[in-house]
C-alpha cells in the first residue's frame, strides 16, 4: 500500500493501516517505496561488489595460469636447469688411461648434517645412527649431536642404501647435502701418477694437485698417456723383484721412446689411493720423479754418445783401462773390467771406468755441461705434470773440474731422477731427439736434436752388445732385440756411501732395429742371495725384472717379436705338445 | 546502424574469445611441453649419472688382478708370451697341428731337425 503522504519525510503523521518502518539511517520513519530503493540500491551495491571480486579473482586465475604461471613453473623447476645444458652429475673430471678406462672418477654421493639445536632426542638419534653406521660409536654421535653450534656433518659421502636407512628413521633434524666423493678403481695401480684429494675434492698430491684448476674447471676426460695393462705388468714385476731380492723399493718406467710419453710408471711400496691415513710416509714416495739418486754406470751411455758425437772420439778408438786412472783425491778403478785397452764398445760391454773418464777428458768440460744440459740432465723437468718433481744435484760450472768431468762420465758426482734417465736415453736411441717427457695429450712440447742421426745408430749397435755380451745379458729376450746399459752405484744415504747398499739400474730399448720403447728399472739396495750368488749389481736384479717386463709387455704393447717363418712354426708345434 | 554495430561487438566479442581461448591452451601446451621437457633433462641427467656410476664400475671390474684370477680360473688363459705371436704364413691349415703334426713338420727345416734330434 502506497499513500502519497509517506513521501514526505519527517512526517510523523500517518494513515490508518499504514505500514511503518523505523529507519535508522534517517531521522524519522519512511514509507515501503523508499525502503525498497533502498534495499535496491544496497542488492546492486552487493552485486557490484561480488562482480568486482569475482573479477579480480578471474584476472588473478588468468595472471597466475597465464603469465605468472610460466614464471612459476620455471622456478618450481630450476632445480633441474639449465634445459638446453645438461647439468653433468659430479663436478671433477674423470682421469683416464690411454685406452680410455677410467682410473680416478668423481662419485655423487649425499653428506648427512644436522643442526644440534633443532635436535630433540640426541640420544635415541644417536643410538639409531649408530646401529646405521657401525664405525661411529654411539658416544660419538651423542657428541655431534650436542654441540653447540648450527651445523654439524654427521657423516660425509654415505652410501643410498644408508640415506634410505636414515630417511626411514623418520627423524626431520637430519638433513642431506649432495655432495662427491673422489674414487680410484684400480686402487694402488696408479698410486704416485695420480696423487690425491682432499675431503673437499682439492689436490694434494701427483697429478690431482698439479692439474687440480683443469681437473675442476672442466667435466671433459683427462686421458693420461699410461696403458692400465701395461702398469699392472710393470707393477707385478716390481713386487716379485721387490719380494725376491728384499729390496728396500723398486721402480720402473716405460716410455714411448719417440714421443716421450710415459706409458707406465710406478714404484713400490705404493698405497690404496681410496685409504686415508697412512703412517708410513715412505709408500707415497714416488721415486720415478722425484728420487734423485746417484746412477751410477747407465751415465756411461751418454757419456759415450758425447764422445761419438763431438767427432772428439771414434768408434774405433781404444783407451787404457790397463791401470787404475788417479784425478786429484779421486783413484778411478775398475769393476771385473779386464785390464787392457778398451774400445769404445768393450768400455760399454765391460763398463769400465778407467775408459770412460778417459774418454770424457778427452772431450772436456765445456761440451760436456752443455751435452748434459741438452739432455735435460741438469734441470728439473717442468714441463712434466706430475706435481713431485726432484731436481738433478750437480756441482756448478765453476767446480766442474776434470776430476768431476771424470766421475760424471760413469755416473757419480752428479744425481739425478729415473725420469731424467730415460728421457735422455730415449733421445740418444730415438735418432737424437730430445722430446720433453708427459703424462697427458693435452701438453704443449718442443723437440730439440742432440745429437746426431749417424751417433744415435751407432750406440743402438752398442748397446746391443751389451746385452748380448755384456752386463745385461739376462735381458737377452729371445724374439726381441734388446739393447740397453746396467749401472751399480753406491746408495748416498745422508751424503755418506753405505757400504754394501747400491742402487742397482738397467735403462734398455726395444726393438733395437726400430726403437719403440725404452724402460728403466731401478732396485734400491737389493740384497745377497744363493740366487744371485752373492752379487747385488744390476745384472742381478735390474736386469732381469727388466728382461721379465720387456717379454711380458712387448706382446701387449703390439711390438711384432722377430722369430723367422721356421721359428714360428716350430712355435706353434711346442705350443701344441706342450698342450698334449 | 545499431544492428551492425552490435554485430561487430559480437564478432569482436567472439574473435577475443576465440584468441584468448587460443592463447590460453596455447600457453597450456607450452607449460606441458616445458614440464615434458625438465622430465626428459631430469632422465637424461639420470642416465648420465648412471653411466657414469657404471664406467667406475666397470673400471673397476677390469682390474687386471682381477680378470687374472678370473682367467686363471675358469678359462685358463695366461699373458701372451713373444712366441705366440706369428705371422700369417706360419699359421698351420686348420687340423693340420693336431691331427698329424708330423705333416705340419715336413716342410719346416726346423721342426724336421727337432724331429731327428728326437728320433
Redesign the interface.
Known amino acids: 500500500m502506497k499513500l502519497g503522504i509517506s513521501k514526505k519525510k519527517n512526517n510523523y503523521l500517518f494513515a490508518p493501516g499504514q505500514e511503518i518502518y523505523f529507519s535508522s539511517g534517517s531521522f524519522g520513519w519512511e514509507t515501503e517505496d523508499e525502503t525498497v530503493n533502498i534495499c535496491r540500491s544496497r542488492i546492486l551495491f552487493i552485486i557490484g561488489v561480488f562482480l568486482f571480486i569475482y573479477l579480480v579473482i578471474v584476472i588473478r586465475i588468468f595472471n597466475v595460469c597465464l603469465v605468472d604461471g610460466i614464471q612459476l613453473d620455471r622456478e618450481a623447476f630450476s632445480y633441474y636447469r639449465p634445459k638446453s645444458d645438461l647439468v653433468f652429475p659430479v663436478h671433477r673430471a674423470n682421469i683416464t688411461d690411454r685406452n680410455g678406462i677410467v682410473i680416478a672418477t668423481n662419485l655423487p654421493t649425499v653428506n648427512l648434517f644436522t643442526n644440534p639445536k633443532k635436535v630433540s632426542n640426541a640420544k635415541l638419534i644417536a643410538r639409531k645412527l649408530s646401529e646405521i653406521f657401525p664405525t661411529i660409536s654411539y658416544e660419538d654421535f651423542l657428541i655431534k649431536l650436542t654441540r653447540k653450534s648450527s651445523f654439524v656433518y654427521l657423516k660425509r659421502n654415505i652410501s643410498p642404501h644408508q640415506q634410505a636407512l636414515v630417511n626411514s628413521l623418520g627423524f626431520p633434524e637430519l638433513e642431506f647435502q649432495p655432495s662427491e666423493i673422489r674414487v680410484y678403481p684400480q686402487k694402488e695401480l696408479f698410486a704416485h701418477i695420480l696423487g690425491n684429494t682432499d675431503i673437499d675434492n682439492n689436490g694434494i698430491a701427483g697429478l690431482e694437485k698439479s692439474l687440480n684448476d683443469r681437473l675442476s674447471s672442466s667435466t671433459k676426460d683427462l686421458r693420461l698417456t699410461v696403458d692400465l695393462g701395461v702398469q699392472y705388468a710393470v707393477r707385478e714385476e716390481l713386487l716379485k723383484a721387490k719380494e725376491k731380492y728384499g729390496a728396500e723399493r723398486a721402480t720402473a718406467v716405460v716410455m714411448d721412446i719417440n714421443s716421450s710419453e710415459i706409458i707406465a710408471l710406478s714404484s713400490v711400496p705404493d698405497y690404496d689411493l681410496n685409504k686415508r691415513g697412512f703412517k708410513d710416509k715412505n709408500i707415497k714416495f714416488n721415486f720415478a720423479t722425484l728420487g734423485v739418486y746417484e746412477p751410477g754406470s747407465v751415465f756411461k751411455v751418454f757419456n759415450t754418445a758425447l764422445g761419438l758425437d763431438s767427432g772428439k772420439i771414434k768408434i774405433t778408438d781404444s783407451f787404457d783401462a790397463t791401470k787404475p786412472l788417479k784425478m786429484g783425491r779421486h783413484l778411478i778403478t775398475d769393476y771385473r773390467v779386464p785390464a787392457k785397452w778398451l774400445t769404445v764398445g768393450e768400455t760399454l760391454i765391460h763398463s769400465s771406468n778407467i775408459a770412460s773418464a778417459l774418454m770424457a777428458l778427452k772431450v772436456g768440460k765445456q761440451l760436456q755441461i752443455k751435452f748434459l744440459k741438452n739432455l735435460g740432465l741438469f734441470d728439473r723437468i717442468d714441463n712434466l705434470e706430475i706435481y713431485e718433481k726432484g731436481r738433478p744435484l750437480h756441482r756448478s760450472e765453476k767446480s766442474w773440474q776434470d776430476d768431476t768431468v771424470a766421475t760424471t762420465a760413469y755416473g757419480y758426482g752428479i744425481s739425478v731422477t729415473p725420469i731424467h734417465i730415460i728421457t735422455a736415453f730415449s733421445s740418444v736411441l730415438n735418432g737424437g731427439i730430445y722430446t720433453p717427457p708427459t703424462l697427458t695429450f693435452e701438453s704443449n712440447r718442443k723437440s730439440k736434436r742432440v745429437i746426431s742421426s749417424q751417433t744415435s745408430m751407432d750406440m743402438r749397435k752398442l748397446l746391443r752388445d751389451v746385452v748380448i755380451y755384456g752386463s745385461a745379458k739376462n735381458a737377452n729376450i729371445d724374439g726381441y732385440e734388446v739393447a740397453g746399459k746396467t749401472g751399480t752405484a753406491n746408495k748416498l744415504e745422508k751424503g755418506k756411501y753405505v757400504k754394501g747398499k747400491n742402487m742397482t739400474s738397467f735403462v734398455a730399448a726395444f726393438p733395437i732395429n726400430d726403437p719403440k720403447y725404452a724402460l728403466i728399472v731401478i732396485i734400491d739396495s737389493p740384497k745377497p742371495s744363493k740366487e744371485t750368488w752373492g752379487f747385488t749389481t744390476s745384472g742381478w736384479n735390474a736386469v732381469p725384472t727388466g728382461g721379465k717386463i720387456i717379454s711380458r709387455i712387448a706382446p701387449q704393447l703390439n711390438v711384432q717379436p722377430n722369430y723367422d717363418l721356421d721359428t714360428q712354426k716350430m712355435n706353434v708345434f711346442k705350443s701344441y705338445t706342450e698342450k698334449n | 546502424m545499431s544492428n551492425v554495430k552490435t554485430a561487430i561487438t559480437i564478432l569482436w566479442f567472439l574473435f577475443t574469445i576465440v584468441i584468448g581461448s587460443y ?2 591452451v596455447l ?2 601446451d ?2 606441458n611441453l ?2 615434458e ?2 622430465q626428459i ?2 632422465d ?2 639420470n642416465d ?2 648412471d653411466i ?2 657404471l ?6 671390474l ?4 682381477r680378470l687374472k684370477v678370473l682367467a686363471g680360473k675358469y678359462i685358463s688363459l695366461d ?9 700369417y ?4 691349415l686348420e687340423g693340420e ?2 691331427e698329424n ?1 708330423t705333416m ?2 715336413k716342410n ?4 724336421r731337425q ?1 724331429a731327428n734330434s728326437e728320433r
Request: charged letters at 25%; proline letters at 8%.
Open positions: 592463447y590460453f600457453t597450456n607450452v607449460q616445458e614440464k621437457l625438465a633433462n631430469r637424461i641427467e648420465i649419472r657414469h656410476i664406467e667406475a664400475d666397470w673400471s673397476e677390469n682390474n687386471p688382478e699373458f701372451i708370451k713373444p712366441e705366440q705371436i706369428i705371422n704364413s706360419a699359421l698351420p697341428v693336431f703334426p705340419f713338420a719346416t727345416r726346423g721342426l727337432l
